[in-house]
């Protein structure tokens, strides 16, 4: 035990010069590079995958994983999704119990990269093959021209619809347009007796609504919040009618879960939702025929043009790891075609990796069906403050769906709170 | 310094058994607390704090900027500070004037003989036994718009569902009534006590000179249970006000943002997106000193009452 903490200690030592190296641009000295049978210790993993329907499958690759490294354990911890951002940041700040590798939401990566939280991952064993990534969930991983993340699964979200609701409602094919979404609500209603849709009034299932307008929170290269522009007001408007006219009464305390019980349970039609819930809409009583969901792309604003943002998750290195080499070769496993062929099997998440998007991955239903909603992604500002402005968004968000402030008068409200969270040189634009 | 010493020498064995408290309470409350006052006087943020993680050396950017943060938020200017001041002492009034009254009735009903007084108490103890974060979520699964079981009952009599915690002024409804059954259990022990040290006698000689119960009840329980009711309505009031579960807890994350008090606010910008150390230590700074003024004032006016 004692010999083992002593090599542990060294190899560490040893790890950490080899990275000092790294940071000077010669990463092809580390350890793991060179030598990955003889990386050892003990790194912690903070998986934020759902802990019932997808979190068994990456237990078991950590199994292979922990197989081919025998010297390597990995202790594996659940942390909620909701609540990993603002767990990580207090434990990197302090240096205590922070995780060596932790699976971050896209949207986050500019802001770990800025705050010195994310190790800078170019040139070190983690990134490997990297013009295999698709360019979507790549652009993801990039702050200031450098690298802090690797795709593991990447997504957006999509028109998800019960094919039999559909038909019984004599409706031929999936809405296209807001407001043919709203009719087709309106007619599953009156012929199937279900609510059409559930909307979530969480903001960031506001993003498709906006950028089917072409509107979007800011424009970070004119230094410009876009927020309460026009455009902006206008998709605010349709999810306000969209609210009320098509969708079933919003409990905003409950909305994700109630969203996602209905439509399984086959008591609404359609929902706007991401490839990570269909492992749960499979488990739920419309869709023991896996043929039933249907899954097209998000609906088109006025520029008739659907998008969505582009979600999905990356594995961020700890830049205080104590075992970086360790930390380097779980990311590179975890990220490999095959891993995440492996996860795309067991959960029907799509693959980071073009390569992954094997023939068996293919014939997953859910995977078929997001692939071709993919081309419809679009990636979300890339500035390090974007997690805080989601906060009077949303509240805003709500105040608007609840009828207690217009559109307009909602979103001028989140522009004037942008303007206190954003750098000092950005303006409102007219 | 003569008088230290002699202190000192005749009780030496009493400040070595104090001295590990004090450092404890230094190190645990002392420092954070002065930290937190440094923090106030900056426009420290988690973008320009010091930090050295691995090969990342980041030194500290931030300033000192006087009272700026304090003006921000006590002039208005932040525009948040006194729509959460006003609701967070609507809530804290509401909540304590509800769980005392309701509090007190319950008391006196149980401190008489009854049968199955025993099953009464535990019932009454049972939401301060379950942790009340546990509490608040089954709350919440209890008013749940499409599966909550308060919306199954009423729609056996055909009433239809209501979202209970949609709008304003349903979920501020929601978490005060959320709070009042968390609250009422530790005022109902807590009376109880007091009713049980009430001597028998005064009621009896009430009872003599022909006083109605409610006479009784207000001249002789009510007085004597003073004691009692004003310490826990300063605790109630400090709990409350502090009492950050019900309102994070019970409402999720998509609201309106015109339910949170003022410990919920401040903790939103220090822990959403890039954390706003400076404010966030402002406003718990702020609260601290209207809690303080709030204690000081009531002790003396109770003080007061008790010489008069």
Redesign the interface.
């Known amino acids: 035990m004692r010999r083992a903490l002593i090599a542990a200690a060294t190899l560490s030592a040893l790890a950490l010069t080899a990275t000092a190296c790294g940071s000077s641009g010669s990463g092809a000295g580390s350890t793991a590079a060179k030598n990955p049978g003889q990386v050892s210790g003990t790194i912690t993993y903070w998986d934020t995958s759902d802990a019932k329907n997808e979190a068994p499958a990456y237990k078991a690759l950590i199994k292979q994983f922990e197989a081919k490294y025998p010297k390597i354990k990995v202790q594996y911890q659940n942390v909620a999704f909701a609540s990993v951002e603002a767990k990580f940041k207090s434990a990197a700040q302090s240096g205590k119990g922070a995780p060596d590798v932790v699976r971050t939401d896209v949207g986050l990566i500019s802001e770990y990269a800025s705050l010195g939280y994310a190790q800078k991952l170019d040139g070190t064993a983690a990134l490997s093959d990297k013009g295999d990534f698709a360019p979507g969930a790549w652009g993801t991983t990039q702050y200031k021209g450098a690298t802090y993340g690797i795709p593991q699964v990447t997504d957006t979200l999509g028109l998800l619809y019960n094919k039999a609701l559909f038909k019984k409602a004599g409706i031929a094919k999936p809405p296209t347009t807001w407001d043919a979404f709203i009719a087709d609500a309106k007619q599953l209603k009156a012929r199937a007796g279900v609510d059409g849709t559930y909307l979530n009034p969480d903001p960031y299932f506001m993003l498709p609504f906006l950028f089917g307008e072409g509107a979007d929170l800011a424009d970070p290269a004119k230094k410009q919040i876009t927020v309460n522009s026009p455009a902006a007001v206008k998709a605010a408007t349709t999810a306000k009618k969209v609210a009320d006219e098509a969708s079933a009464k919003i409990d905003f305390a409950n909305s994700y879960n109630n969203m996602q019980a209905m439509f399984k349970t086959g008591k609404v039609g359609m929902v706007i939702q991401g490839p990570w819930s269909t492992a749960d809409d499979y488990s739920g009583s419309a869709f023991t025929d896996k043929a039933n969901l249907g899954i097209a792309p998000v609906p088109a604003g006025s520029t008739g043009k659907g998008q969505a943002p582009t979600g999905g998750h990356d594995l961020v290195v700890y830049a205080g790891s104590k075992h970086l080499d360790a930390s380097y070769l779980f990311t590179k496993f975890m990220t490999s075609s095959a891993s995440e062929a492996f996860i795309a099997e067991k959960n029907g998440t799509l693959p980071g990796r073009t390569s992954a998007y094997t023939p068996t991955v293919l014939k997953q239903p859910s995977i078929a069906g997001f692939q071709a909603v993919l081309p419809t992604a679009r990636a979300r500002v890339a500035l390090p403050q974007v997690g805080s402005l989601f906060t009077p968004l949303g509240q805003d968000y709500t105040k608007i769906l609840q009828g207690q402030e217009s559109p307009q008068a909602g979103l001028d409200h989140s522009a004037a709170e942008f303007k206190k969270l954003l750098p000092s040189d950005f303006t409102i634009a007219k | 310094m003569q008088r230290l010493r002699r202190s000192w020498e005749r009780h030496w064995y009493a400040w070595a058994m104090v001295g590990p408290v004090v450092v404890v309470i230094a190190v645990l409350v002392l420092y954070p607390l002065l930290y937190g006052l440094f923090l106030s006087f900056t426009d420290a943020n ?2 320009n ?1 010091a ?1 050295n ?4 050396h ?1 030194p500290a950017t931030f300033h000192l900027v006087g009272l700026h943060n304090y003006w921000q938020v006590l002039s208005g200017a932040d525009g948040h500070f006194y729509p959460r001041l006003v609701w967070t002492i609507v809530w804290t009034v509401g909540c304590v004037a509800f769980t005392y009254g309701i509090g007190v009735g319950l008391a006196v009903l149980l401190n008489r003989p009854i049968r199955g007084k025993i099953f009464y108490r535990l019932a009454l103890i049972l939401p301060w036994a379950v942790p009340n974060f546990i509490g608040v979520y089954a709350w ?1 699964l209890m ?5 909550g079981v308060f919306n199954r009952i009423i729609g056996l009599v055909g009433i239809p ?1 209501q ?1 209970w ?4 002024t349903a979920q501020k409804v929601a978490v005060i009534i959320v709070n009042v059954w968390l609250g009422v259990p530790f005022m109902v022990v807590a009376l109880l006590g007091g009713l049980q040290s009430i001597p028998a006698e005064l009621h009896e000689a009430g009872e003599m000179d022909g006083a109605s119960p409610w006479q009784r009840f207000r001249s002789i329980t009510l007085p004597s249970l003073r004691p009692v009711s004003s310490t826990v309505i300063l605790l109630g009031t400090i709990w409350t006000f502090n009492m950050f579960n019900v309102i994070y807890l ?8 015109s339910t949170d008090i003022l410990v919920t606010y401040g903790y ?1 910008l220090v ?5 706003n150390y400076s404010m966030g230590s402002t406003y718990g700074i702020v609260v601290l000193l209207i809690l303080l003024g709030f204690s000081i004032f009531y002790g003396r006016r109770q003080l007061k009452e008790e010489q008069l």
């Open positions: 988690e973008a704090v930090k993680i691995g090969a990342n980041i919440r008013l749940n718009g499409q599966y569902g979202a915690l949609d709008g304003e019970l409402l999720g994350q998509n609201t309106t943002g939103n822990f959403n997106g890039v954390a």
